[in-house]
T-cell receptor, first 114, second 114 residues
Framework: ETGVTQSPTHLIKTRGQQVTLRCSSQ?????VSWYQQALGQGPQFIFQYYREEENGRGNFPPRFSGLQFPNYSSELNVNALELDDSALYLC?????????????FGPGTRLTVL | GESVGLHLPTLSVQEGDNSIINCAYSNSASDYFIWYKQESGKGPQFIID?????DKRQGQRVTVLLNKTVKHLSLQIAATQPGDSAVYFC?????????????FGKGTKLSVKP
């Protein structure tokens, strides 16, 4: 186990709704990255948060947004859900400033959009 | 464009044999590479990493080889066990990790026959 936790485990929403996913980083880690993993694919980078600010972003529209809190936990918010948003959403924590980009992943939240 | 891909989408091996999983990358700016193992219903689990100033790194039963000339990465698993059955992803840090993201390949499914 990595110490990274995510909630909820599973979620079912309908098109047009909004969703908030949560992540608690591993103890001592100050950076959180979010990834979307479609079925049968590798994870795709959404964005990263460091010091409560977005530190980088992948090719995802603005309806994907996030927050990081002073305790380094993070939220991923998705507005106006679309069917293609159905995926496993992974949170990964890391420690900024180390030479590597080693990221430790949580178990993910399985989102189904109907 | 930037991509990380795998030559073999599936690999079936006999228990006790050695496994080799291959990966090609295209971003010459990548200087950090990771292999992850993902079991069904779980998040990716870190296996081993390597920086671009190395061409080989060994862990417990695993070895990663990096050939920068042909932009090729491989993961060798010695004495493969049933517990090694999973999907294996290689990941690179793309533009040197300035955006904080890892770029993942599509994955190779390893099946170990008892």
């Amino acid at each position: 186990e990595t110490g990274v936790t995510q909630s909820p485990t599973h979620l079912i929403k309908t098109r047009g709704q909004q969703v908030t996913l949560r992540c608690s980083s591993q103890s001592g880690h100050n950076t959180v990255s979010w990834y979307q993993q479609a079925l049968g694919q590798g994870p795709q980078f959404i964005f990263q948060y460091y010091r409560e600010e977005e530190n980088g972003r992948g090719n995802f529209p603005p309806r994907f947004s996030g927050l990081q809190f002073p305790n380094y936990s993070s939220e991923l918010n998705v507005n106006a859900l679309e069917l293609d948003d159905s995926a496993l959403y992974l949170c990964a924590s890391s420690l900024a400033g180390v030479q590597s980009n080693e990221q430790f992943f949580g178990p993910g939240t399985r989102l189904t959009v109907l | 464009g930037e991509s990380v891909g795998l030559h073999l989408p599936t690999l079936s091996v006999q228990e006790g044999d050695n496994s080799i999983i291959n990966c090609a990358y295209s971003n010459s700016a990548s200087d950090y590479f990771i292999w992850y193992k993902q079991e069904s219903g779980k998040g990716p689990q870190f296996i081993i990493d390597i920086r671009s100033n190395m061409d080989k790194r060994q862990g417990q039963r695993v070895t990663v080889l990096l050939n920068k000339t042909v932009k090729h990465l491989s993961l060798q698993i010695a004495a493969t066990q049933p517990g090694d059955s999973a999907v294996y992803f290689c990941a690179e840090n793309g533009d040197g990790g300035s955006q904080g993201n890892l770029i993942f390949g599509k994955g190779t499914k390893l099946s170990v026959k008892p």
